[in-house]
């Protein structure tokens, strides 16, 4: 492809056909009525929730499509299952089809953008009706099926309701996966009845490393939280109201020091005092791993029960990176174990981990996902990777066959600083606006069999320097509209995309970012709330980012 796709001023992310034509604008008022076809309930309901209040319209039901003042929301086979097509018509009608309820679901998404930045807030603030909307017709489909962000919820805890939130920020800009990183080192965040040890320890540390590892400051206030059986039903259920999957990512062997806080004979007891294991309170990767052992698999396949049980989503994430070797190296069990199975080495010990979870998952109806280096020993046929090191172990796992998402941290990691100089706390690679507008998910090398397995991308989002909400949304946006349409749009070669377009259409998005209450980095820098001066980083440009 060598021209941008056509789309109407301010739409973010940029649809692939946009027409206008001539005639009176839909306008919006009390008169207009919503009729929804079978499948489209959901969206409906949406649309009465979310526009309603924003522009002070009822909205009410409709039975008949043909009547005039109606907002038509139909599925149509005819589309792909995500696609949308986005009809504004004579009479003041208004209409939405789509190949499913998700299809119809990012039309209304794009209607509400049509319809102007006062439509995201949460009540009217003008008086008389919405703003008119030209006639025309928008055809849009996503690139990519998995068009992800992950939450790290462990560094720093997020509150439900700040999950929920982040659920409606991800469905404004049209993404469909939440990644939600559960258990790490700094705290397990899922409750986990048949092991209550995991939240009543697990979720709290003492204090919390401020800046980067290698800084002086200590916050020392106890920090943690967790996430009840029912919280987790209800955000799986109001991301799926939102045509959002939740994947769940329990993390081993490796980033299990809070596991083995909680029960300690997780742990390599036989060369380390686990007992004496705490929650850990900085950042890094931590020494303490899993033993590898039958009853440490035992509590993990209970553990992922009642994570299936709450999770219906196809993929589980377990982990399966940063697993320092030396307690297994030191370890008369784990030599032992390695020697019974033939694994040759440490490094097969690990692959033996991933191996089980794999048939295990496989055994229940679910497939596994992981960070790359679960490449190494080899997978079962429906693993999948999400490549992170760079685009190397997406490149290997897609030309072996295996399903990836591409979230590479050169390109796709929010947590790093947004520009050169001053930022709060600044962390790994500079990745600019830009820099995310251009990432390209599949590598140009791939065959189209391999490239066929790119099933998608993601954002990801590590909060150890991310300490509450305001610090999320300023290391997330705006950058996060631009992975958006990365993923969404069928966007040119990264050197051919039209930035300065990108940025006019950002003129129009950041004013729907301040009616939504995101505290957004601006384009300027960051505003005098925003910074923190005197915190350590790791400003080197070119550095390793891991913190």
Same mark, same amino acid.
């Given at each position: 492809?060598?021209?941008?796709?056509?789309?109407?001023?301010?739409?973010?992310?940029?649809?692939?056909?946009?027409?206008?034509?001539?005639?009176?604008?839909?306008?919006?008022?009390?008169?207009?009525?919503?009729?929804?076809?079978?499948?489209?309930?959901?969206?409906?309901?949406?649309?009465?929730?979310?526009?309603?209040?924003?522009?002070?319209?009822?909205?009410?039901?409709?039975?008949?499509?043909?009547?005039?003042?109606? *907002?038509?929301?139909?599925?149509?086979?005819?589309?792909?299952?995500?696609?949308?097509?986005?009809?504004?018509?004579?009479?003041?009608?208004?209409?939405?089809?789509?190949?499913?309820?998700?299809?119809?679901?990012?039309?209304?998404?794009?209607?509400?953008?049509?319809?102007?930045?006062?439509?995201?807030?949460?009540?009217?603030?003008r008086p008389g009706t919405a703003p008119g909307i030209a006639r025309g017709t928008v055809r849009d489909a996503p690139r990519f099926g998995w068009r992800g962000l992950l939450l790290d919820v462990c560094r720093h805890f997020m509150p439900k309701d700040d999950v929920l939130r982040y659920l409606d920020l991800m469905a404004a800009h049209k993404l469909n996966v939440l990644h939600l990183h559960l258990t790490d080192d700094q705290g397990w965040r899922i409750e986990i009845r048949r092991h209550p040890r995991l939240t009543e320890?697990?979720?709290?540390?003492?204090?919390?490393?401020?800046?980067?590892?290698? =800084?002086?400051?200590?916050?020392?206030?106890?920090?943690?939280?967790?996430?009840?059986?029912?919280?987790? !039903?209800? /955000?799986?259920?109001?991301?799926?109201? !939102?045509? /959002?999957?939740?994947?769940?990512?329990?993390?081993?062997?490796?980033?299990?020091?809070?596991?083995?806080?909680?029960?300690?004979?997780?742990?390599?007891?036989?060369?380390?005092?686990?007992?004496?294991?705490?929650?850990?309170?900085?950042? &890094?990767?931590?020494?303490?791993?899993?033993?590898?052992?039958?009853? *440490?698999?035992?509590?993990?396949?209970?553990?992922?029960?009642?994570?299936?049980?709450?999770?219906?989503?196809?993929?589980?994430?377990?982990?399966?990176?940063? +697993?320092?070797?030396?307690?297994?190296?030191?370890?008369?069990?784990?030599?032992? !174990?390695?020697?019974?199975?033939?694994?040759g080495d440490e490094d097969g010990l690990q692959s033996w981990f991933i191996r089980h979870f794999d048939r295990w998952l496989t055994a229940r109806g679910r497939r596994l996902i992981g960070w790359d280096e679960i490449l190494e020993g080899g997978l079962a046929e429906g693993?999948?990777? =999400?490549?992170?090191?760079?685009?190397?172990?997406?490149?290997?796992?897609?030309?072996?066959?295996?399903?990836?998402?591409? +979230?590479?941290?050169?390109?796709?990691?929010?947590?790093?600083?947004?520009?050169?100089?001053?930022?709060?706390?600044? /962390?790994?690679?500079? !990745?600019?606006?830009?820099?995310?507008?251009?990432?390209?998910?599949?590598?140009?090398?791939? =065959?189209?069999?391999?490239?066929?397995?790119?099933? &998608?991308?993601?954002?990801?989002?590590?909060?150890?320097?991310?300490?509450?909400?305001?610090?999320?949304?300023?290391?997330?946006?705006?950058?996060?509209?631009?992975?958006?349409?990365?993923?969404?749009?069928?966007?040119?070669?990264?050197?051919?995309?039209?930035?300065?377009?990108?940025?006019?259409?950002?003129?129009?998005?950041?004013?729907?970012?301040?009616?939504?209450?995101?505290?957004?980095?601006?384009?300027?820098?960051?505003?005098?709330?925003?910074?923190?001066?005197?915190?350590?980083?790791?400003?080197?440009?070119?550095?390793?980012?891991?913190?």
């Amino acid at each position: 492809m060598t021209a941008n796709p056509p789309h109407p001023p301010g739409l973010v992310p940029a649809p692939a056909h946009a027409e206008t034509g001539e005639g009176p604008a839909f306008t919006p008022d009390r008169q207009t009525a919503l009729y929804a076809g079978p499948g489209t309930e959901p969206t409906a309901q949406w649309l009465r929730t979310v526009l309603g209040p924003a522009l002070g319209l009822p909205l009410p039901p409709s039975t008949d499509a043909a009547a005039p003042d109606t *907002v038509v929301l139909r599925v149509d086979p005819a589309l792909a299952p995500e696609a949308y097509r986005l009809s504004v018509l004579a009479g003041q009608r208004a209409e939405i089809r789509g190949g499913s309820g998700a299809g119809v679901f990012w039309g209304a998404q794009t209607l509400r953008q049509l319809l102007g930045p006062d439509a995201f807030r949460r009540s009217r603030i003008r008086p008389g009706t919405a703003p008119g909307i030209a006639r025309g017709t928008v055809r849009d489909a996503p690139r990519f099926g998995w068009r992800g962000l992950l939450l790290d919820v462990c560094r720093h805890f997020m509150p439900k309701d700040d999950v929920l939130r982040y659920l409606d920020l991800m469905a404004a800009h049209k993404l469909n996966v939440l990644h939600l990183h559960l258990t790490d080192d700094q705290g397990w965040r899922i409750e986990i009845r048949r092991h209550p040890r995991l939240t009543e320890v697990g979720s709290w540390r003492a204090r919390t490393k401020y800046g980067h590892r290698a =800084s002086p400051l200590w916050d020392e206030t106890p920090h943690g939280g967790y996430y009840t059986q029912d919280d987790i !039903r209800e /955000i799986v259920a109001y991301a799926a109201d !939102r045509y /959002i999957t939740v994947v769940p990512e329990i993390d081993l062997p490796g980033h299990s020091q809070a596991a083995i806080a909680a029960y300690p004979g997780l742990g390599n007891s036989d060369v380390v005092d686990t007992a004496s294991v705490e929650v850990w309170d900085t950042w &890094g990767v931590t020494p303490n791993v899993l033993a590898p052992s039958d009853a *440490v698999l035992g509590f993990y396949e209970e553990v992922l029960e009642e994570v299936l049980a709450l999770f219906p989503s196809e993929f589980v994430h377990i982990g399966g990176d940063e +697993c320092p070797k030396d307690q297994w190296r030191a370890s008369p069990a784990a030599q032992a !174990r390695i020697k019974e199975l033939g694994l040759g080495d440490e490094d097969g010990l690990q692959s033996w981990f991933i191996r089980h979870f794999d048939r295990w998952l496989t055994a229940r109806g679910r497939r596994l996902i992981g960070w790359d280096e679960i490449l190494e020993g080899g997978l079962a046929e429906g693993a999948a990777v =999400s490549s992170w090191r760079g685009m190397g172990g997406g490149i290997a796992a897609a030309e072996a066959g295996h399903d990836v998402v591409m +979230c590479p941290e050169q390109h796709v990691y929010l947590d790093h600083r947004q520009a050169a100089g001053e930022e709060p706390m600044p /962390i790994g690679y500079v !990745r600019t606006l830009e820099d995310v507008y251009r990432f390209e998910p599949v590598p140009p090398s791939l =065959s189209p069999e391999a490239a066929a397995h790119v099933i &998608g991308t993601q954002a990801n989002v590590w909060t150890e320097v991310m300490q509450n909400r305001a610090r999320v949304d300023y290391q997330v946006f705006p950058r996060l509209a631009a992975f958006a349409e990365v993923a969404w749009s069928a966007l040119p070669a990264p050197h051919e995309r039209d930035f300065a377009a990108f940025e006019r259409r950002m003129a129009d998005h950041y004013a729907r970012l301040d009616a939504l209450g995101v505290d957004y980095r601006p384009p300027g820098g960051p505003r005098p709330w925003q910074r923190r001066p005197g915190i350590l980083g790791r400003p080197v440009e070119g550095a390793p980012p891991e913190i």
